[in-house]
């Protein structure tokens, strides 16, 4: 990990203090609590013993010999809570079972925060939704991400990220005309939901902290990742008859796009006039900074076509670190195509925790594998991931005994009775 837990110099989080109770799985909601463990939050990341996270069957895994596709011993943990799971607290609860409800409420009464994703009317059957909360601690912030809204129609698909990318419009913002539509590489949806869950998460918090009172916070997939489509004028664009899928160009910023090189391929995106006239010059072609075909933007973007045909035959004939020097030397915005590996392992995003090495709880870092680290750094705080994912229920103690009270013979007595 980049910072180590006991380091003396380590300063606390900007959340510390707040307390998360995570009754999230797969990814939208667990990355959620993620990013508010690594602001520093005591996150307690509740599961039922009897079938916990189904993450937890993810492949790949880690262990004492390194990844796997499959498990091949007892303690070989997906590499998805490995990530997921870091900085986090795991404790077991049979919600089902008609002693947990109680133990829960006596959770809620110590947290400030609950964070679920459960299906559309589960938390009102368990008797832990917000209304329930509410009554055991007005200041609570309770916030739910659901695929589709409180309100969908309850015989609707299950929102899984490939569902959210097709009905939101995402998957025929990209590709080319006339072509198939086209799946984000990446989870998307179910990545950027959290990140409204986590702003309107800490909005609320501030808001109790100053009136006393909690509220419930609501995020869809569906509505985040139609939002951010809403965000390019998609259906303006075609009432003019331009084409609104471009491939890999884009033709309103033209010349932008990415091109091919000798050794792989380059970003490069110089809409304005002096950004053109850089990548003009870095061409050897600085008579086109007064043709009047590229001499101004608007002109630039008519004959796009051909701009961006010109580009791709220059940068063709060099390779793609070659053109980045020619043209970072003229100033124009430029980046080389990284396959994924090579860019997670970049030393300055290592460095600054932007990406991490993933630890197993017992084995340590047995094998290099790079995750998303915590892209936010703070002066006077420190963020990020500093202690690995633990098993399931390992925080059953820290938590029952250490935050509730519990003796020893009444968890002894849970773990008898399947409550937890």
Known sequence: MEHHPDSPDKQPGPLAGVTVLDLTTMLAGPYATLLLAGLGARVIKIENPNSPDPARGNSLFLGRDGVKATPEHDDDLSIAILD????KQAVTLNLKHPDARAIFMDLVRRADVVVENYSPGVTGRLGIDYASCREVNPKIVYTSISGFGPDADPTRNKAVDIVIQAMSGLMMA?????????RVGIPIGDQAAPLFATIGTLAAVLRARETGQGQQ??????????ALVAAEPFEMERRLGHATRSGNVLARLAPSGVFPTADGHIA??????AF????????????????????????RVRNHAVLHEMVGAWTSAMDAGTAAALLAGCGVPNGPVRD??????????????????????????VEDVVAGGLPIRMSDAFTGFDKPAVTLGASNGDVYRGLLGYSQEELERLVRDGVI
């Open 340 to 365: 994924p590996a090579d860019a997670m392992r970049d030393p300055g995003l290592l460095a600054r925790g932007e990406t991490a090495r993933l630890e197993h709880p017992v084995y340590g870092a």
């Open 268 to 273: 490069i995106s110089a809409p304005k006039d």
């Open 174 to 182: 990209s590709g080319a005309e006339g072509e198939a539509p086209v």
């Open 217 to 226: 916070v609501d995020v869809s997939l569906l509505g985040t990742m139609s």
């Open 84 to 87: 997921r799971g870091r900085n």
């Open 276 to 299: 053109a006239a850089g990548l003009f010059r870095a061409m050897g072609r600085p008579e086109l900074i007064q043709d009047a075909r590229f001499s101004s933007r608007a002109a």
